[in-house]
T-cell receptor, first 110, second 112 residues
Framework: SQQGEEDPQALSIQEGENATMNCSYKTSINNLQWYRQNSGRGLVHLILIRSNEREKHSGRLRVTLDTSKKSSSLLITASRAADTASYFCATDAGGDKIIFGKGTRLHILP | KAGVTQTPRYLIKTRGQQVTLSCSPISGHRSVSWYQQTPGQGLQFLFE???????NKGNFPGRFSGRQFSNSRSEMNVSTLELGDSALYLC???????????FGSGTRLTVV
């Protein structure tokens, strides 16, 4: 069963704009991770935020976590064509396994 | 260092056959997890191995099995293949499990 649910399912924006994706989850977590997947290939780990953190940055990525609302957001600033991909949130609720949401398909328009 | 290697990349099998997929994790990583990805169900957790022991198992039938060797390489086996087993099978490794997974490129299995 899916722990995380990403929103929106699909997003198209112009190159240079910011892209925001949201993730909601159901149970308490140890950490939440975001991954990117290009065209049905393997997933690439982008960023991890722990349950006691509220915000984290990595390059053009900004992740927030609100444990009271059981939600997270991923912001990609100044989007580029190469950012076109599917983005997944994954939660570690304990037990040394992570559960993925169904993802947001991001398309950057030239 | 080398990434996670999955073999083969593509596979076509007939219903009723069995298949074995292989995953070589990053050197030093002891946790290996397997996922099935389909357009309808997304990424579904299959199982996780750590130091040759299965620590976690997802909600898949017994036809899906796996193992891990002393060098941390892992295999998964699917017996009596069904059309619905057609999917991208992804392997991921981490040093401890639970965070910072590195994924392989996957094995695309098609059952005809």
């Amino acid at each position: 069963s899916q722990q995380g649910e990403e929103d929106p399912q699909a997003l198209s924006i112009q190159e240079g704009e910011n892209a925001t994706m949201n993730c909601s989850y159901k149970t308490s977590i140890n950490n939440l991770q975001w991954y990117r997947q290009n065209s049905g290939r393997g997933l690439v780990h982008l960023i991890l935020i722990r349950s006691n953190e509220r915000e984290k940055h990595s390059g053009r990525l900004r992740v927030t976590l609100d444990t009271s609302k059981k939600s997270s957001s991923l912001l990609i600033t100044a989007s580029r064509a190469a950012d076109t991909a599917s983005y997944f949130c994954a939660t570690d609720a304990g037990g040394d396994k992570i559960i993925f949401g169904k993802g947001t398909r991001l398309h950057i328009l030239p | 260092k080398a990434g996670v290697t999955q073999t083969p990349r593509y596979l076509i099998k007939t219903r009723g056959q069995q298949v074995t997929l292989s995953c070589s994790p990053i050197s030093g990583h002891r946790s290996v997890s397997w996922y099935q990805q389909t357009p309808g169900q997304g990424l579904q957790f299959l199982f996780e191995y750590f130091s040759e022991t299965q620590r976690n198992k997802g909600n898949f039938p017994g036809r899906f099995s796996g193992r891990q060797f002393s060098n941390s390489r892992s295999e998964m086996n699917v017996s009596t293949l069904e059309l619905g087993d057609s999917a991208l099978y992804l392997c991921a490794s981490s040093s401890t499990g639970g965070e910072g997974y590195t994924f392989g490129s996957g094995t695309r299995l098609t059952v005809v």
